[in-house]
């Protein structure tokens, strides 16, 4: 058994790789993680996310609990993912109020042009995204549609649209923050 060589008899700690760790442990996880997050396709991306975390920062050596250390780091990951997306969604709501507000203020030939900038944002979104990721992020965020309406519209399942708007998003952040949101590439 690959755990039984991980872990050190001599001073009781844990040194298992993340294999390991989700082979011994998976059961574990995805029921804290299922416990914490309602949402199926983001427990999904929180469990994947969290073997990632593991690989890059193991379980410290002098963990004698290791079940109450993952305990402790999934649920904080759950914390940052919950921030993460009331960030953004505080975010889209500030940006369709400022919409509303210049296009009540300014009249509709400023919307007009806020649209425009809107599309040509849209079009270097779509030099840097697969076709797919660029019609889910458009039917998602432009048109408003939720994730069954998306995936209704584009012919696939529910956790495909998410994994298309995750991987894309992901991609357009990359872009935006390398090129400081110029949108002239």
């Known amino acids: 058994m690959a755990l039984a060589n991980a872990t050190s008899?001599?001073?009781?700690?844990?040194?298992?790789?993340?294999?390991?760790?989700?082979?011994?442990?998976?059961?574990?996880?995805?029921?804290v993680i299922g416990?914490?997050?309602?949402?199926?396709?983001?427990?999904?991306?929180?469990?994947?996310?969290?073997?990632?975390?593991?690989?890059?920062?193991?379980?410290?050596?002098?963990i004698t609990n290791v079940r109450g250390y993952l305990y402790r780091s999934i649920t904080n990951d759950v914390a940052d993912a919950g921030r993460r997306v009331k960030r953004?969604?505080?975010l889209i709501h500030r940006y369709a109020q400022h919409l509303e507000l210049e296009t009540a203020k300014n009249g509709p030939e400023v919307h007009i042009s806020k649209t425009e900038e809107i599309?040509?944002?849209?079009q270097t979104i779509?030099?840097?995204?697969?076709?797919s990721e660029a019609?889910?992020?458009?039917?998602?965020?432009?048109?408003?549609?939720?994730?069954?309406e998306t995936a209704?519209?584009?012919g696939v399942k529910k956790r495909?649209?998410?994994?298309?708007?995750?991987?894309?998003?992901?991609?357009v952040r990359r872009v935006f923050v390398t090129e400081g949101g110029n949108q002239n590439d």
């Open 9 to 31: 008899c001599a001073n009781n700690t844990y040194t298992a790789n993340a294999a390991d760790i989700f082979e011994e442990h998976a059961g574990f996880i995805r029921t």
């Open 35 to 62: 416990f914490h997050v309602k949402d199926k396709n983001l427990a999904d991306d929180i469990f994947q996310d969290f073997f990632l975390s593991l690989n890059t920062k193991p379980i410290p050596h002098g």
């Open 88 to 90: 953004y969604q505080a």
């Open 119 to 122: 599309e040509k944002i849209f």
């Open 126 to 131: 779509k030099r840097h995204v697969s076709r």
């Open 135 to 148: 019609q889910a992020i458009k039917l998602r965020h432009v048109n408003g549609y939720n994730i069954m």
């Open 152 to 154: 209704r519209k584009m």
């Open 160 to 171: 495909s649209v998410s994994r298309y708007l995750s991987v894309g998003l992901n991609k």
